[in-house]
């Protein structure tokens, strides 16, 4: 029988009651998460955990077998698909688990953990990246356009040092914190590896005066900011090449990254700092913008799979392997985690006021899917485990550099 034949034969034999078996496989998932903070309840009313009002509900028996196999890669799947539910704050429900398995793992009392593998990162190569780029990015511009900022189209950390911010002013305030960052002047060269929707370029065109050269394999994003470029009448300052960042050419005076890195890959590090030798003037400055890690590691199974295949964030320690063959200095890191949690509720928040209409274009299980990547990410930087890097570097001689930090913050 083939398992998607299983999978249904299961699914219609969980009607009835829940087996000693499907009990003792729910106590033993929840062993490995000490004191979670909530329940878990199957088809029958049988439960684990804690009742604290949070609580997840499991609907039928084969939803049951495969998130005890390996919960980081098939609740997702499950949670999509309708098949587990969860009553209560789907952020907290996300955090307490996260903070559970740290716990569980921390503590070594269940080997349960031991068995949850994340499968292996899909390529980076040349070919693979451009169909990763292409499954996340070029789902169409309609559906982020319903939940991003309505000025730029950031897909990236805003940036918020005042309380009570709009998303918009936020990512402007992000903008020209990077911009300062690389003290951008009229009339310098400023390439970017990965743009987006092309917000950034355009910005750094129209309010610095700088001549920007953008390069982005996603065909969707490099349509849209050509077209927004030539209305803005910035097309002679803003130019967006659909093209690898490892085939970028040309001298620079800045050279900048927002939100590409953890697409690029650990073993691709090496041909990105060529790039940006071969690239960045002796006086010029760079700066790299992208989630990371305490520590090395995968990404979430699920996440991989389903929403970010390729996608590895890095330590910093890994981000060294772009500095250190060319002697580049890193001049300053700034870690805005916090940053990153807060825009991520601005987009859920716009995310769930258009949900019905995604549900609609896009169907239930794609809507549900994305309610659940976007409260999973917001859960992985309030908890720590994930973290947001800007890191500025020089050229080993450049001695033009201002001798404090003040000016970034004026």
């Known amino acids: ?14 009607t009835g009651s829940a087996s000693a078996l499907d009990r ?36 039928d028996r084969a939803a049951l077998r495969r998130v ?34 740290a716990a569980g793992r921390a503590a070594g009392d269940s080997a349960w953990w031991k068995l949850w593998v994340d499968p292996a990162p899909n390529s980076t190569s040349l070919t693979a990246a451009r169909d990763n780029i292409h ?21 990236t950390c805003a940036y918020f040092p005042e309380p009570g911010m ?30 987006g929707w092309g917000g950034f370029a355009l910005h750094m065109a129209r309010e610095y005066g700088v001549e920007v050269s953008a390069w982005n394999i ?38 900048v990254s927002v939100g590409m890195l953890e697409h690029v890959g650990p073993d691709n590090y090496g041909a990105l700092g060529e790039v940006i030798h071969r690239c960045l003037a002796p006086q010029g400055l760079g700066l790299i913008h992208t989630i990371g890690r305490n520590r090395p590691g995968t990404m979430n199974g699920w996440i991989e799979r389903r929403i970010f295949p390729g996608a590895q964030p890095p330590s910093l320690g890994q981000m060294m392997a772009i500095f250190e063959p060319h002697n580049f200095s890193i001049l300053d890191v700034e870690n805005l985690r916090l940053h ?36 999973g990410s917001t859960a992985a930087f ?29």
């Open 218 to 255: 996603s065909r969707e994003q490099v349509r849209h900011a050509t077209e927004i470029a030539r209305r803005l009448g910035l097309a002679d300052r803003a130019r967006f090449v659909e093209d690898d960042y490892r085939n970028i050419r040309g001298e620079c005076d800045a050279f």
């Open 340 to 375: 990153y949690a807060e825009t991520l509720r601005h987009w859920t928040d716009r995310y769930l006021a258009v949900f019905d209409k995604v549900r609609a274009e896009r169907g239930a299980e794609f809507a549900r899917v994305w309610h659940l990547y976007l409260a």
């Open 24 to 59: 003792w496989l729910l106590r033993s998932m929840m062993a490995a998460l000490p004191r979670a903070g909530y329940e878990v309840v199957l088809w029958d009313g049988s439960s684990a955990g804690e009742p604290t009002g949070l609580r997840a509900r499991i609907h």
């Open 68 to 101: 005890v196999r390996n919960p980081p890669l098939h609740f997702g799947d499950l949670y999509g698909a309708g098949r587990i539910t969860v009553e209560g704050d789907l952020v907290t429900f996300l955090e307490r688990t996260y903070a559970a398995v």
């Open 135 to 155: 499954r996340h990015y070029d789902l169409g511009n309609d559906f982020y356009a319903d939940w991003l900022d309505r000025e730029a189209m950031q897909y």
């Open 1 to 14: 029988m083939s398992s998607r034949a299983n999978d249904i034969l299961q699914r219609r034999r969980a």
């Open 382 to 410: 309030t908890s720590g485990s994930i973290q947001l890097f800007q890191v500025l570097f020089a050229r080993g001689g450049n001695n033009q550099l201002p001798v404090s930090r003040r000016d970034l913050y004026a």
């Open 166 to 195: 709009t998303l918009e002013a936020a990512q402007r305030a992000k903008m020209d914190h990077v911009c300062r960052k690389l003290r951008l002047k009229p009339g310098q060269r400023v390439i970017e590896a990965g743009c």
